[in-house]
């Protein structure tokens, strides 16, 4: 009996790849297609939701101090991430809620797009969770964003100012502490454009857990968002999967800094780069 193939199974089998190959083809040409009739949608929602969101944020930091100012900004970054499903992506963010409430933790997460701040701020509101960005953001005048991050408790760096930077960090280190804040810091210090991880810097890491031991270390694995500029900023890609996955705190018993970032980092990646 032969077991190989015979020349009309083989036949056959080039004929459904070639199909697939054709199929995989016009669904990626109609995907960037209806990427262009989408994006003007997306954009158009997200930014309307940033005018509109900046005037009730002053209103509301104005007449109730931070804990209005700080709803105003989880309603905001709700209606953000709500956007996605403009271009009918999907947006699933899992484990936070076995988090304790009420603790400094320090959010430890790969940085894949623009796009996966939102989420982490609607979904982690709970925490009072605050970013360390660049200065530049914080000062340059996007409706809502700039204002929060001058407003809202986050660390604005100047990176070319390291002693800045370091009192920033330590700002949000003493607030941490005193007001059981928590903070988000994207250790690669930049995003990938392949979804590939770069190595984690420990610095700001090191600073939050000096003044903060008994913070909590979670570490967020961020999946599918830098699909979504696969084409670049226009289009967008539509029917995108990105999932954030919260997962179990670090147990930082006898590790140093370094360590403890190390492991967030295996972590991450045994996760992003299955």
Same mark, same amino acid.
């Given at each position: 009996?032969?077991? $190989?193939?015979?020349?009309?199974?083989?036949?056959?089998?080039?004929?459904?790849?070639?199909?697939?190959?054709?199929?995989?083809?016009?669904?990626?040409?109609?995907?960037?297609?209806?990427?262009?009739?989408?994006?003007?949608?997306?954009?158009?929602?997200?930014?309307?939701?940033?005018?509109?969101?900046?005037?009730?944020?002053?209103?509301?930091?104005?007449? $109730?101090?931070?804990?209005?100012?700080?709803?105003?900004?989880?309603? /905001?970054?709700?209606?953000?991430?709500?956007?996605?499903?403009?271009?009918?992506?999907?947006?699933?963010?899992?484990?936070?809620?076995?988090?304790?409430?009420?603790?400094?933790?320090?959010?430890?997460?790969?940085?894949?797009?623009?796009?996966?701040?939102?989420?982490?701020?609607?979904?982690?509101?709970?925490?009072?969770?605050?970013?360390?960005?660049?200065?530049? /953001?914080?000062?340059?005048?996007?409706?809502?964003?700039?204002?929060? /991050?001058?407003?809202?408790?986050?660390?604005?760096?100047?990176? *070319?100012?390291?002693?800045?930077?370091?009192?920033?960090?330590?700002?949000?280190?003493?607030?941490?502490?005193?007001?059981?804040?928590?903070?988000?810091?994207?250790?690669?210090?930049?995003?990938?454009?392949?979804?590939?991880?770069?190595?984690?810097?420990?610095?700001?890491?090191?600073?939050?857990? *000096?003044?903060?031991?008994?913070?909590?270390?979670?570490?967020?694995?961020?999946? $599918?968002?830098?699909?979504?500029?696969?084409?670049?900023?226009?289009?967008?890609?539509?029917?995108?999967?990105?999932?954030?996955?919260?997962?179990?705190?670090?147990? *930082?018993?006898? /590790?140093?800094?370094?360590?403890?970032?190390?492991?967030?980092?295996?972590?991450?990646?045994?996760?992003?780069?299955?």
């Amino acid at each position: 009996m032969n077991k $190989g193939l015979s020349a009309q199974d083989c036949s056959i089998v080039l004929h459904i790849r070639c199909n697939f190959s054709k199929f995989a083809a016009l669904f990626f040409c109609m995907r960037r297609f209806f990427g262009y009739l989408l994006t003007p949608i997306f954009y158009f929602c997200f930014a309307v939701a940033l005018l509109i969101f900046h005037p009730i944020q002053w209103l509301c930091l104005k007449l $109730g101090g931070y804990t209005a100012h700080k709803r105003s900004v989880d309603i /905001l970054n709700f209606f953000l991430t709500s956007c996605n499903y403009t271009l009918f992506n999907s947006v699933q963010f899992t484990g936070h809620e076995k988090l304790p409430i009420g603790v400094p933790i320090i959010f430890v997460a790969n940085h894949q797009s623009m796009f996966d701040i939102p989420a982490i701020i609607y979904h982690l509101r709970k925490h009072h969770a605050k970013f360390i960005s660049k200065i530049e /953001l914080a000062h340059a005048g996007i409706p809502s964003i700039s204002f929060n /991050l001058l407003h809202g408790g986050a660390a604005n760096i100047d990176r *070319k100012d390291p002693k800045q930077s370091i009192a920033e960090i330590l700002k949000l280190a003493n607030n941490m502490k005193q007001k059981n804040w928590s903070a988000v810091i994207f250790p690669e210090g930049t995003r990938t454009k392949t979804g590939k991880m770069k190595n984690f810097s420990v610095g700001g890491i090191a600073t939050l857990l *000096k003044k903060n031991p008994n913070a909590l270390v979670v570490p967020i694995a961020i999946n $599918g968002s830098y699909q979504m500029v696969q084409y670049g900023m226009f289009p967008l890609r539509p029917f995108t999967k990105m999932t954030w996955e919260v997962l179990a705190p670090i147990d *930082k018993e006898g /590790l140093n800094a370094e360590e403890i970032v190390k492991q967030a980092e295996d972590l991450i990646r045994s996760k992003v780069e299955h």
